[in-house]
């Protein structure tokens, strides 16, 4: 069975940092493009970064571009993401999700999600 | 900066069928995935390039696609069937997903 298991959320001031770590499990993670998708409280869903399995492919979005860093350890079955200069819009619940290549790319299956609080 | 535009909400009583649309201009070039979130879930794949659905989704989805929008049809919708659905394709670089801005169902 497919798990995704993110952890590190946690109640942050403005301009401070915050490190997600996302523990997969049930497939060979170092073969799939992995993604983190955000939804602050009461909103939609908001694609944040995804990266290649390999890690030589990066992709953000432009809200979190220069601040944000996705990465990965293969060896760990891990995916991290690097939250620096945080702002109050950056409060969410932040879901890493696995690519599909089975269903055409689509996100599947998406961990049940870690909250990310900026606030002073 | 690129945008999926979605209703905000479908009503519709039980039996009947629910359809939701998802509008953008990438759409003529890219496929779109469709996600359901019940509340306090996270987001489930219930069809993705634009007409497939995954293993153990129900018969009553089903999707289509003309142009630059794709719609989300539940046929027969039952009251398990409430919840947000999201579009979700890439941009015009192509190098981006972008979702709609969500739809949330409800099941008079």
């Known amino acids: 069975e497919v798990r995704l298991l993110e952890s590190g959320g946690d109640l942050v001031q403005p301009g401070g940092s915050l490190r997600l770590s996302c523990a997969a499990s049930g497939f060979t993670f170092s073969s799939h493009t992995m993604s983190w998708v955000r939804q602050a409280p009461g909103k939609g869903l908001e694609w944040v970064s995804s990266?290649?399995?390999?890690?030589?492919?990066?992709f953000n979005a432009d809200s979190v571009k220069g601040r944000f860093t996705i990465s990965r350890d293969n060896s760990k079955n891990t995916l991290y993401l690097q939250m620096n200069s945080l702002r109050v819009e950056d409060t969410a619940v932040y879901y890493c999700?696995?690519?599909?290549?089975?269903?055409?790319?689509?996100?599947?299956?998406w961990g049940q999600g870690t909250l990310v609080t900026v606030s002073s | 900066s690129y945008e999926l535009t979605q209703p905000p909400s479908v009503s519709v009583s039980p039996g009947q069928r629910a359809t939701i649309t998802c509008s953008g201009d990438?759409?003529?070039?890219?496929?779109a995935h469709w996600y359901q979130q019940k509340a306090g879930q996270a987001p489930v794949v219930v069809m993705y390039?634009?007409?497939e659905r995954p293993s153990g989704i129900p018969e009553r989805f089903s999707g289509s696609s003309s142009g630059t929008k794709v719609t989300l049809t539940i046929s027969g919708v039952l009251a398990e069937d409430e919840a947000d659905y999201y579009c979700?394709?890439?941009?015009?670089?192509?190098?981006?997903?972008?979702f709609g801005g969500g739809t949330k169902v409800t099941v008079l």
């Open positions: 390039r634009d007409t």
């Open positions: 979700q394709s890439l941009d015009n670089g192509g190098t981006s997903w972008v």
């Open positions: 990266i290649s399995g390999g890690a030589g492919n990066t």
């Open positions: 999700a696995k690519e599909n290549s089975d269903y055409a790319g689509s996100l599947d299956p």
């Open positions: 990438a759409l003529s070039r890219h496929h």
